[in-house]
């Protein structure tokens, strides 16, 4: 699988994922998004019960960047999906992404930032945890971008590829395994097939093309980030040094955000 994600984040997650699998403790995916939208839900009831014709409303996105929503993750598909809707609810006044992630999947991330770009409601990504690789991907699409004085790490605009090859452990259970390939095939799996064999090439180049796309796409939303000779080379930073080189523009509690906007 091909992510854009910081290491340290995923190997934080991991931990958590085990334990779901062996509880068997994942949410089925049509009730993960049902308490989602049941939370949004509340918000919009909220401001309307305090009299206000028009309110700000939060939207989490904590946790892996997904496509689909799986593993107690909403995935992109949805989340663009609830963006839209609240772009077009009449006393939806702001919206705010509250994220907490340090990345995830490189599919479906670059839909969801066109997506974002295109709401016409004021719309501002904010952290107070992690804000990298994907999940800033979709933060630099947003209209402003802000961070709490006591947020872990924002950036890491890159690519990796985090994969397994687990013939071994298989034949060491007594598995055989056999991959036949049509003559006229020769490309198919190539990259993996490569990979298994020890050479990296064409998953590099894969990666290079993703990466520059998402240098690219980044560069597109937010031409004042200051290029460092790092922060386009997947480097993090603390709030400050993500404000000095325009990854973010303001630094304030999300209270503070909410009141403001």
Request: net charge negative; proline share 3%.
């Amino acid at each position: 699988m091909i992510l854009s994600i910081e290491k340290e984040y995923l190997l934080s997650i991991i931990p958590g994922l085990v334990k779901g699998f062996k509880d068997n403790a994942f949410a089925a995916s049509e009730k993960l998004e049902a308490d989602y939208e049941a939370k949004l839900e509340v918000q919009a009831r909220s401001g309307s019960a305090s009299g206000r014709d028009t309110f700000p409303v939060v939207v989490d996105i904590y946790g892996a960047i997904v496509k689909h929503t799986s593993y107690d993750y909403i995935g992109t598909q949805s989340y663009g999906r609830y963006l839209r809707q609240l772009d077009a609810h009449p006393s939806v006044s702001a919206i705010i992404l509250d994220i907490n992630s340090g990345g995830g999947m490189v599919s479906g991330t670059a839909e969801l930032a066109h997506i974002i770009k295109g709401i016409e409601k004021p719309i501002v990504a904010y952290t107070n945890g992690y804000m990298c690789s994907a999940a800033y991907w979709i933060a630099a699409a947003c209209d402003k971008v802000v961070s709490s004085p006591f947020a872990d790490v924002i950036g890491s605009i890159g690519t990796m590829l985090h994969t397994q090859d687990y013939s071994q452990l298989f034949e060491k259970w007594g598995a055989k395994i056999y991959e036949v390939y049509a003559p006229e095939s020769s490309e198919k799996n190539k990259l993996w097939r490569d990979l298994v064999a020890g050479n990296d090439t064409l998953a590099k180049e894969r990666l290079s093309e993703l990466a520059k796309g998402f240098i690219s796409s980044v560069q597109g939303y937010r031409a004042d980030i200051k290029d460092d000779g790092r922060v386009f080379k997947g480097a993090v930073y603390t709030p400050k040094g993500a404000l000095e080189v325009g990854l973010v523009d303001e630094i304030m509690s999300l209270e503070t955000l909410i009141n403001e906007i």
